[in-house]
């Protein structure tokens, strides 16, 4: 079965006991939700996915037209490195772009969906002398760092990387690692990136270190490491411009009342948006309807579940942005891990407002979880009132089962084939 609109905030993070990443949680599951659900999209359907901004190479590099994204450095929604997009799948004829505010403009969208950093970041994971064995090269092998009382080590090496302008520094991300030289290099745990000129080198690190609007990006686009992450995400920008490190980059177009900002430390504010359907009238009725909910059941059911719900005030955001054909009667609704239903009750409130007459039967829904199953029909089941047959279009369109391993979607007859791990 397809669906005209799928709207999903994947599970965040889930604990498991091997993590690749450092984080100690699976951050990858956003991305096969993803894939999943492009699966069960109609030809011109519209996808919605909240996730963690690595979700941005994979959305990018697809061949879907790109209707909106937000870097959600606007608002401070949670804690949490995440974005939204929505995506229509048609084919892409216009080239995405981001809104005019700040991280907005010095966000490299021109390279993150090629999966290579803008900057050309590397990283090195290893034990130089597993990796490359004793030789005769004289060689970088440990940053700065409290074990060798932060200082440079050098060995002796068998053809390490080549000596190149480096700016370097442990993956750990402390500011006494960061290094700029120009040596043959096999740093264990440490990323870099390299320049043609040693004097570019160390202007990247002053720009890391100290510009101001450099800062303001990293603290607004919740990134985690300041080097690593800024060398991800950062447009890249032509170094010589700069005296002290402390200018602003011509490349970043910052307006007058943007450097403000960004000299100020206040966050800028969010446009606001004036929506033919979801009027101010109807964002009230709808925060009144989830008032009565909470975003989140326990710190356990986060670790084990993932489970992180989204706020409503971002919800009726990324509604207003939505492509208006969906709110056509008829277009159906999937939430492929719909916890308590934040993302669908809005949609269902809408709907029943628009006069749709038969708006519960293009609300689908699954979950992994049966008390979310259970909450989110009660919330269905309170707006819908005395609605022909509800209960049995609810216990046919809200089921409980492992959104990635089910294969057909036929929510009618219920086929569940165990085809992805």
């Known amino acids: 079965m397809k669906f005209n609109n799928i709207f999903i905030n994947p599970p965040f993070n889930i604990s498991v006991k091997d993590s690749t990443s450092g984080t100690g949680g699976d951050v990858t599951i956003g991305k096969r939700f993803r894939k999943k659900a492009v699966r069960h999209l109609t030809p011109d359907g519209n996808l919605g996915v909240i996730c963690v901004k690595?979700?941005?190479?994979d959305v990018l590099k697809s061949k879907h037209e790109i209707h909106d994204i937000d870097l959600m450095t606007l608002a401070d929604v949670w804690e949490y490195n995440t974005c939204w997009t929505i995506e229509r799948n048609i084919e892409r004829t216009i080239a995405p772009k981001f809104g005019t505010d700040i991280c907005g403009k010095m966000f490299d969208i021109n390279t993150v969906g090629t999966g290579v950093?803008?900057?050309?970041?590397?990283?090195?994971?290893?034990?130089?002398?597993?990796?490359?064995?004793t030789g005769t090269t004289r060689t970088l092998v440990e940053l700065p760092q409290k074990a060798n009382n932060f200082t440079l080590v050098y060995a002796d090496v068998h053809n390490p990387y080549p000596a190149k302008p480096r700016f370097s520094f442990t993956l750990m991300e402390s500011v006494r690692s960061y290094t700029?030289?120009?040596?043959?290099?096999?740093?264990?745990?440490?990323?870099?990136?390299?320049?043609?000129?040693v004097p570019n080198a160390e202007m990247f690190r002053k720009l890391i270190e100290s510009n101001p609007a450099v800062q303001y990006f990293f603290k607004q686009m919740k990134l985690k490491g300041r080097a690593k992450d800024c060398s991800r995400f950062l447009k890249l920008i032509d170094l010589t411009q700069f005296k002290t490190g402390l200018e602003y980059a011509t490349e970043w177009a910052l307006t007058p009342d943007q450097i403000k900002t960004v000299e100020t430390g206040t966050p800028e504010p969010r446009p606001v948006i004036t929506h033919p359907i979801i009027t101010p009238n109807v964002e009230q009725i709808i925060l009144t309807e989830s008032a009565s909910y909470n975003l989140s059941?326990?710190?356990?059911?986060?670790?084990?579940?993932?489970?992180?719900?989204?706020?409503?005030?971002?919800v009726i955001e990324i509604l207003k942005r939505w492509p208006l054909s969906a709110w056509t009667e008829g277009q159906t609704w999937l939430d492929m891990a719909v916890g308590n239903g934040q993302l669908l009750i809005p949609v269902a409130i809408i709907k029943s407002l628009l006069g749709h007459q038969d708006w519960?039967?293009?609300i689908y829904a699954t979950d992994i979880d049966q008390t979310n199953i259970d909450e989110f029909k009660k919330r269905l089941s309170d707006i819908a009132g005395n609605y022909p047959g509800k209960d049995d279009i609810l216990n046919e369109n809200v089921v409980k089962e492992n959104a990635l391993t089910w294969l057909s979607y036929e929510f009618s007859t219920r086929k569940f084939i165990n085809i992805e791990k």
């Open 117 to 133: 950093s803008p900057w050309n970041y590397h990283e090195f994971n290893r034990d130089w002398a597993k990796a490359f064995g």
């Open 360 to 362: 519960l039967k293009t």
């Open 297 to 314: 059941r326990s710190k356990q059911r986060e670790k084990e579940l993932g489970e992180i719900f989204t706020p409503t005030t971002e």
């Open 180 to 197: 700029v030289s120009n040596d043959p290099y096999a740093a264990r745990m440490s990323g870099w990136v390299e320049f043609d000129t």
């Open 54 to 57: 690595s979700i941005l190479k």
